[in-house]
């Protein structure tokens, strides 16, 4: 059927007649729209009245019965005195609704671009990075009050719970990070190597890899890692179960949210990010070991020897006290976005998503910060 | 059957045929069996929907409402039986005939099941973008009037589906299930979770608008007010199988022991002197 046949306009001096016919249905409601939007009355016309015959309609639902109360209202706004006749009987109801339904105010799309709303995001997105300091150092003074507690009566720490985390976020963690640390330290190896390689300095790789992934590299790739796999977990548990009213039902029945659910999670995240840190740093130094063999013709002997001479306790004491405040950056920052999770599924994705930016942000400042520090004192 | 042969059935189908919504039988179910890890949930189920007609589906809990549901309307695939969508059979259809059976069916969940992402006028919106090609004013006037013939004021259409009460929700998700104008709506536990004065509007407004749209309407419920005041004819499922089915009137008049518990039981009593 062709879009043509749905509307028939013809005019008889000032009286125009629209005969309508077809199927006025949703699959044909585009070609409706624009023979509808044509048959408009344009202003100043000589015509005074409109007369639309629905009889040749064979089907007609809702988006039907709309584009005829549209044509209807459009009509009578610019003062033409507008009718239906010849509607068929079942359809009567139907366009009786949605002439009721029809008498609302369009709501509008925001859709504006200014200056002023470029302005408006930018400082609603500082405001939130000053509201995102204020929740961390609350919940870092509430963790602590919760130590603090534990340490007066230590029966109430919930020891399982923590077994439990140590078993997710640091036993079962562990051959992903003995793979990655690995991989980095063959890497930075073999760079090493082929670089100094060309003015003789190969045994020097093992000064450049002992120090980097000693003092730094190890502990920032675990914290990374743990940031990534561990930190958006507990966000996405922690905000699955703010979600569904868990929190609020531990909180009636007179359990601290922080010290069930938050403490023993930082503090197994205190205990196995060090942990998760030596054994990153051996894998490294194995693989950075294997390389400099078999691609630098560094014998293993030679390699132990000279790590032995240039590596000192402080070298690996200064990547190793790190581990421990970085935990507890990650952990404090996944738990803050977790119960800060509204209602939603996407809120819920958003929030994991900051846990893991904002938590590895962190620990990279806070490795700056070390890095500072560790100078001042000669270290 | 080569390998490559069964690969390519998967994109071959059937000629979309259009599908002819005056028939007289809306949905026609026959001989369907479910089954989960070799326990039959589904023992062969039997009924038949008349087009125009509300039907609802009662049973105890875990007698299979839902699992029927959801076969129905396919999200779980039955190992045995027919689904005939106004003579064209679903739960064997590939993706263009099921597409445009789709096309014609509008599902409320019972938990409404709105994108939380979207907005209350993007959720409307969704199949209507999808399966038809309409201008943006269109899209929006449509939209408005669904709301409003669902009873909710313009000003819900810019709301988040978290910032709304769980009637409005309904309300919204039965808006969504009426975008394309269907002609079948599946309602899983319309009235669940509602106050009796909401739960008796929703069902004032169900039975309105499948009047004034000419819906078929199969409904899982278990209000009994819903059953009384919607429903056409009331089918009875228990123990994998329609017992029972037909009017109000029948179901009070049986002996069966469920029935008589369920209908004239200490809940019953009141809907039945209505």
Redesign the interface.
């Known amino acids: 059927m062709s879009a043509e046949a749905l509307l028939a306009v013809s005019v008889h001096g000032d009286r125009l007649n629209v005969a309508a016919a077809g199927e006025w249905t949703a699959d044909r409601a585009n070609d409706l729209e624009r023979l509808v939007m044509a048959a408009a009355i344009p202003p100043q016309s000589p015509i005074k009245a409109m007369l639309v015959d629905m009889k040749g309609v064979a089907k007609l639902d809702t988006y039907g019965a709309w584009l005829l109360e549209r044509l209807l209202r459009g009509t009578r706004e610019s003062g033409v005195t507008a009718e239906v006749v010849g509607l068929p009987e079942q359809f009567r109801v139907i366009v009786e609704t949605v002439h009721q339904t029809a008498e609302l105010p369009d709501p509008e799309r925001t859709r504006r671009r200014s200056v002023a709303d470029w302005l408006e995001t930018v400082g609603e997105n500082v405001a939130e990075v000053g509201k995102s300091a204020a929740l961390f150092a609350q919940m870092l003074g509430a963790v602590t009050v919760a130590w603090l507690r534990v340490l007066l009566r230590p029966r109430t720490f919930r020891f399982t719970s923590m077994v439990h985390q140590i078993d997710l976020v640091g036993w079962r963690a562990v051959p992903i990070i003995l793979l990655i640390t690995f991989l980095i330290g063959a890497i930075l190896a073999q760079q090493g190597i082929f670089h100094f390689r060309k003015f003789g300095a190969d045994v020097f790789v093992v000064d450049m890899v002992g120090i980097l992934v000693l003092r730094e590299i190890g502990v920032l790739i675990v914290c990374v890692m743990v940031a990534g796999r561990s930190g958006s977990a507990y966000t996405a548990e922690l905000g699955s179960m703010k979600m569904r009213e868990e929190v609020d039902a531990l909180q009636t029945m007179g359990f601290d949210p922080i010290s069930v659910l938050v403490l023993p999670r930082i503090v197994a995240l205190i205990i196995a990010v060090p942990i998760l840190t030596f054994l990153g740093e051996m894998s490294a130094l194995y693989g950075a070991g294997l390389v400099a063999s078999i691609y630098g013709n560094i014998a293993p002997e030679v390699f132990l020897q000279r790590l032995r001479e240039v590596i000192s306790l402080d070298h690996f004491m200064v990547g190793i006290i790190k581990a421990p405040f970085m935990a507890l950056v990650i952990g404090i920052v996944a738990c803050v976005r977790g119960l800060e999770t509204k209602g939603s599924a996407e809120s819920l994705g958003m929030q994991t998503t900051a846990a893991v930016v904002q938590s590895i942000f962190l620990v990279i400042v806070l490795d700056g910060i070390f890095a500072i520090f560790f100078a001042a004192i000669d270290k | 059957m080569s390998l490559t042969d069964g690969v390519l059935s998967l994109f071959e189908d059937e000629e979309a045929a259009t599908l002819d919504i005056s028939q007289e039988i809306a949905l026609r179910v026959r001989n369907l069996q479910v089954e989960f890890k070799r326990t039959k949930i589904l023992k062969g189920v039997n009924f038949d929907v008349k087009r125009g007609e509300v039907l609802g589906f009662v049973g105890a809990s875990g007698a299979g409402k839902s699992v029927l549901l959801r076969t129905m309307i396919g999200l779980i695939q039955p190992s045995e039986g027919t689904i005939e969508v106004f003579g064209q059979e679903f739960s064997k259809a590939k993706e263009l005939r099921a597409q445009l059976i789709e096309r014609h069916w509008g599902i409320l969940f019972q938990h409404g099941a709105l994108f939380?992402?979207l907005t209350v006028r993007q959720n409307v919106q969704f199949p209507?973008r999808e399966?038809?090609?309409?201008?943006p004013r269109?899209l929006?006037?449509?939209a408005?009037?669904?709301l409003?013939?669902v009873g909710l004021p313009?000003?819900a259409?810019?709301k988040?589906?978290?910032e709304l009460s769980g009637g409005m929700i309904k309300r919204v998700a039965l808006a969504r299930a009426?975008a394309?104008?269907p002609a079948i709506v599946f309602l899983g536990e319309p009235t669940s979770g509602l106050d009796p004065i909401s739960a008796g509007e929703f069902d004032d407004l169900i039975r309105t608008l499948q009047?004034?749209?000419?819906l078929t309407v199969f409904m899982v419920t278990h209000d009994l007010d819903s059953l009384h005041s919607v429903c056409d004819r009331i089918a009875v499922l228990a123990d994998g199988k329609v017992i029972a089915a037909g009017p109000m009137s029948t179901m009070l008049a049986s002996e069966h022991p469920w029935l008589k518990s369920y209908f004239r039981g200490k809940r019953g009593r009141v809907g039945a002197t209505m």
């Open positions: 939380s992402a209507m399966y038809l090609n309409l201008s269109l929006d006037e449509v408005a009037a669904k409003k013939m313009p000003e259409l810019n988040m589906p978290s009426l394309l104008d009047r004034t749209l000419g």
